[in-house]
């Protein structure tokens, strides 16, 4: 009889902790709370969108430094990521601050993150054109970048394990993440031309018929506009990280006793057994591997093949209206298309964009200011959707990770993510600029010869388009359907109830 009694005490006590995990572990995410994470995602594309959009540009020309080095400065740093982002994973998936495990670290790594990233852009004529400190300086950025970025993308996993929030969560920070982007490919080379002394001219700017007195911006002249523009954007930055500290707030975590089993070998253990995140991974890796290429060649695309430097603010606002004002229908494309039936009309619809941007490179068509709308409009429809959209994947692949091996390994899972992210980047940031360099192109040429034109064509089309077309077989491969994910829940849900009681 005191057995049963017993018995009955303990399952009333796990009935009631998982009760008390599903009000708060299940909670329905408010407005300010997704606006304060997606602010994280806004801060960091300021940052890092800038730099892989525009970095390689301004190295080749304002800063005078070789394509093969510049190349070769992204190959090295991502290389280095790849022993330093598991060490940044499991450190901070063994530590925990007063205020929480992933949120203390949007400050403490914060602000030095911004510091380095406007020394990118220093103006200063004594180190124009040096290697090295070009490459101590975007080394420490990328360093400074895991211990921010990793930390943040492990936080999207603690604020609720509520599906329906996860997916808002995601179209949240997509929106506001394309804002930035909005003022990174629209704003900011307009404004750095706007800025610059060389070659001043009344141009048009594409946006029906807007003439301003803008500059070149690949001239050395045009350094401290380089370095003007970027501190406001580090400022707006600064802002929006510390807002995206303030008003969120973690939720599910890992226990002291899960913080304390954490091993560096852990993320050998997770590449083992944990498959959706292998597949999920690589979809990453060649996701960004095509973005980025088709970002550091943008400018290039822009400026050489069409000849049209002088539209890039009107083509990048339309490049920027799919990913602000179309994430809020992504939860319904979902369950229309399905999960991985999302992601591959997405990705057709970016290679049919890339096509179309081929026809616009084309004699005749290159003054077709429509055919470049309607060719960026759809490009980057499918672009921000199926690059958008895979954020709300990971969640449930540290879910998975957690059934499997006891562990929440949020940090170091994130790590993973962002290692096949950083070697998508690498690829993306480095190989077009060794094909520029093998095609010919030569960044103090005013125009460029014919085969330094087909390899900005070959960089910012075919190979994303190709890509694009891999990405679409990866995906399909991907194990876990909504019924596996509410499955594994589940299963948590009582595990976490027991170790409470244990507690």
Same mark, same amino acid.
């Given at each position: 009889? *005191?057995?049963? @009694? +017993?018995?009955? /005490?303990?399952?009333?006590?796990?009935?009631?902790?998982?009760?008390?995990?599903?009000?708060? #572990?299940?909670?329905?995410?408010?407005?300010?709370?997704?606006?304060?994470?997606?602010?994280?995602?806004?801060?960091?594309?300021? /940052?890092?969108?800038?730099?892989?959009?525009?970095?390689?540009?301004?190295?080749?020309?304002?800063?005078?430094?070789?394509?093969?080095?510049?190349?070769?400065?992204?190959?090295?740093?991502?290389?280095?990521?790849?022993?330093?982002? =598991?060490?940044?994973?499991?450190?901070?998936?063994?530590?925990?601050?007063?205020?929480?495990?992933?949120?203390?670290?949007?400050?403490?790594?914060?602000?030095?993150?911004?510091?380095?990233? *406007?020394?990118?852009?220093?103006? &200063?004529?004594? &180190?124009?054109?040096?290697? =090295?400190?070009?490459?101590?300086?975007?080394?420490?950025?990328?360093?400074?970048?895991?211990?921010?970025?990793? =930390?943040?993308?492990?936080?999207?996993?603690?604020?609720?394990?509520?599906? +329906?929030?996860?997916?808002?969560?995601?179209?949240?920070?997509?929106?506001?993440?394309?804002?930035?982007?909005?003022?990174?490919?629209?704003?900011?080379?307009?404004?750095?031309?706007?800025?610059?002394?060389?070659?001043?001219?009344?141009?048009?700017?594409?946006?029906?018929?807007?003439?301003?007195?803008?500059?070149?911006?690949?001239?050395a002249? *045009?350094s401290n506009?380089?370095?003007?523009?970027?501190?406001?954007?580090?400022?707006?930055?600064? $802002?929006?990280?510390?807002?995206?500290?303030?008003?969120?707030?973690?939720?599910?975590?890992?226990?002291?006793?899960?913080?304390?089993?954490?091993?560096a070998?852990?993320?050998?253990? #997770?590449?083992?057994?944990?498959?959706?995140?292998?597949?999920?991974?690589?979809? %990453?890796?060649? !996701?960004?591997?095509?973005?980025?290429? @088709?970002?550091?060649?943008?400018?290039?695309?822009?400026?050489?093949?069409?000849?049209?430097?002088?539209?890039?603010? !009107?083509?990048?606002?339309?490049?920027?209206?799919?990913?602000?004002?179309? =994430? /809020?229908?992504?939860?319904?494309?979902?369950?229309?298309?399905?999960?991985?039936?999302?992601?591959?009309?997405?990705?057709?619809?970016?290679?049919?964009?890339? &096509?179309?941007?081929?026809?616009?490179?084309?004699?005749? @068509?290159?003054?077709?200011?429509?055919?470049?709308?309607?060719?960026?409009?759809?490009?980057?429809w499918?672009?921000?959707s199926?690059?958008?959209?895979?954020?709300?994947?990971?969640? +449930? $692949?540290?879910?998975?990770?957690?059934?499997?091996?006891?562990?929440r390994?949020?940090? &170091?899972?994130? !790590?993973?993510?962002?290692?096949? %992210?950083k070697?998508?980047?690498?690829?993306?940031?480095a190989?077009?600029?060794?094909?520029?360099?093998?095609?010919?192109?030569?960044?103090?040429?005013?125009?460029q010869?014919?085969?330094?034109?087909?390899?900005?064509? @070959?960089?910012?089309?075919?190979?994303?388009?190709?890509?694009?077309?891999?990405?679409?077989?990866?995906?399909?491969?991907?194990?876990?359907?909504?019924?596996? /994910?509410?499955?594994?829940?589940?299963?948590?849900?009582?595990?976490?109830?027991? !170790?409470?009681?244990? #507690?």
């Amino acid at each position: 009889m *005191a057995y049963l @009694m +017993e018995s009955t /005490v303990q399952q009333m006590k796990n009935s009631n902790n998982t009760q008390n995990i599903q009000q708060d #572990e299940y909670r329905k995410l408010s407005l300010s709370e997704r606006i304060g994470y997606g602010l994280g995602d806004f801060a960091q594309n300021l /940052v890092f969108g800038t730099v892989g959009g525009f970095l390689a540009l301004y190295l080749t020309t304002v800063n005078a430094i070789g394509t093969a080095a510049a190349g070769f400065i992204f190959l090295f740093v991502r290389i280095i990521n790849v022993f330093w982002d =598991p060490m940044v994973g499991t450190f901070v998936d063994r530590h925990t601050f007063k205020n929480g495990k992933y949120r203390p670290w949007l400050l403490i790594a914060g602000i030095p993150l911004l510091i380095l990233a *406007a020394m990118l852009f220093v103006p &200063i004529p004594a &180190i124009r054109g040096s290697v =090295p400190i070009a490459f101590i300086t975007y080394f420490l950025l990328d360093l400074v970048y895991s211990v921010v970025n990793i =930390p943040y993308g492990s936080l999207n996993a603690s604020l609720t394990r509520d599906p +329906e929030s996860v997916d808002k969560i995601t179209t949240t920070r997509m929106m506001l993440a394309n804002i930035a982007n909005l003022l990174v490919y629209t704003m900011f080379p307009m404004f750095i031309q706007l800025a610059a002394p060389k070659a001043r001219s009344l141009k048009d700017t594409g946006f029906f018929g807007l003439k301003l007195n803008m500059g070149t911006y690949t001239d050395a002249s *045009a350094s401290n506009a380089w370095f003007g523009v970027y501190m406001v954007y580090m400022v707006l930055g600064a $802002v929006a990280l510390f807002f995206c500290y303030r008003l969120t707030k973690e939720r599910v975590i890992a226990t002291a006793e899960q913080s304390a089993k954490v091993k560096a070998y852990d993320l050998f253990l #997770e590449l083992k057994n944990n498959k959706p995140l292998v597949i999920l991974g690589f979809f %990453f890796m060649l !996701a960004f591997t095509f973005m980025f290429f @088709m970002n550091t060649v943008n400018g290039f695309f822009n400026q050489y093949t069409v000849n049209h430097s002088d539209w890039m603010g !009107a083509i990048g606002l339309i490049a920027s209206i799919p990913g602000i004002a179309f =994430p /809020v229908f992504w939860p319904k494309l979902r369950k229309i298309f399905g999960k991985k039936g999302f992601f591959h009309f997405f990705l057709g619809m970016f290679v049919v964009g890339e &096509i179309l941007t081929w026809v616009w490179s084309l004699k005749g @068509m290159q003054d077709s200011l429509f055919l470049a709308y309607v060719s960026t409009f759809i490009k980057q429809w499918g672009l921000t959707s199926a690059t958008g959209f895979m954020w709300a994947l990971v969640p +449930e $692949v540290v879910s998975y990770g957690e059934m499997k091996s006891g562990k929440r390994n949020a940090a &170091i899972i994130n !790590a993973i993510m962002g290692l096949f %992210f950083k070697i998508g980047f690498t690829l993306g940031g480095a190989i077009p600029l060794w094909l520029l360099a093998a095609y010919g192109f030569n960044g103090n040429a005013v125009k460029q010869t014919a085969s330094a034109l087909s390899g900005i064509n @070959m960089t910012a089309i075919w190979i994303p388009a190709a890509l694009a077309i891999v990405s679409m077989i990866v995906i399909a491969l991907y194990p876990l359907s909504d019924k596996d /994910v509410e499955d594994i829940n589940k299963q948590l849900d009582t595990s976490r109830a027991e !170790a409470k009681v244990t #507690e």
